[in-house]
């Protein structure tokens, strides 16, 4: 029997009924489905749950209903597993969801035929070292971030690429993202906007009391240290805007490519520039996004 992931965010208000509706759906066209187990639990339906570190064995896709947020959340769980994920956007138009909720009932069955396509973004692989060892492990999809805390007091980042030390930025922070994230914190921050095929890290100091501090694009498969200098204790990695971890001054923080990449399934014709126009678009004008297929 065919499986499907459904990996929902139930804080939005739409999720609990639309995971329970598309669960019956499916099960009438001959498919099975699995959630996470809290998540099984909360819909009372504690025979769908299923570890989601397994479901890379049993699952040929996952519909992840939510947001931006929420994809990014699956792709840090699922990605290492090679899961193709489908993003359903429940909230505001996303540069990473694919199909909107009232759209889903229309476009499922051609992902289901298998009319789709799947586009392949560079993840980042993280470490913490502190006092000459490995605190901790992560992986982000946007960027991983060095960030001072809420009061006004600098924060200095020295940065080395590969074993080349490049600059020290005294500031807010520095963030270091991937093409996906390019359009996320970095795009705030002044960064650039990467296509998301190009392969490379954007590294881009968060307002930097110089005068000369741009943004560096580098290699995806460069070794990116940054080392923290900071008087106080405030200070923070972030990892996609939704992990925290407290840091120390002369902590390291070791970021490269990793060996995985998010799969995001998309419908062709598929373009990234279109999606661009239409997000700031929306956003600078209120603009109600309609969905468009055609090319």
Known sequence: MRTLGIFPNLDKSEAASTTLELVDWL???????????????????????????????????????????TLLHAARLMARQ???????NLGHLGFLTE?????????????????????????LQGRLCRAG?????????????????????LIYIHLWIEDTYVDTYPGDGVIVSTATGSTAYSLSAGGPILSPDVEAFVI?????????SRSLVVSGDNRVMLRLSASHRDTMLTVD????????????????????????????PWSFYRVLRRKLKDEGGNVRIQPDRGG
């Open 27 to 69: 099960n009438a066209e001959g498919l099975r489905c699995v959630l996470p187990p809290e998540v099984a639990h909360e819909l009372q339906r504690p025979e769908l749950g299923l570890p989601v570190a397994s479901w890379g064995e049993v699952a040929e896709f996952v519909v992840v209903l939510g947001g931006d947020g």
């Open 99 to 123: 199909v909107e909720l009232p759209d889903l009932k229309t476009f499922l069955p051609r992902f289901l035929a298998g009319e789709y396509l799947v586009e392949e973004r560079m993840m």
């Open 241 to 268: 805007g939704q992990r925290g971890l407290r840091l120390r001054s002369e902590d390291e923080i070791h970021v490269s490519r990793a060996p995985f990449a998010a799969r995001l399934m998309r419908l062709p």
């Open 204 to 212: 881009t100091p968060i307002c930097a009391h110089t005068l000369y």
């Open 82 to 88: 090679g899961l193709p994920m489908l993003g359903v």
């Open 133 to 153: 060892s490995t605190a901790t492990t992560f992986v982000a999809l946007n960027e991983i971030a060095v960030c001072k805390g809420p009061f006004a007091r």
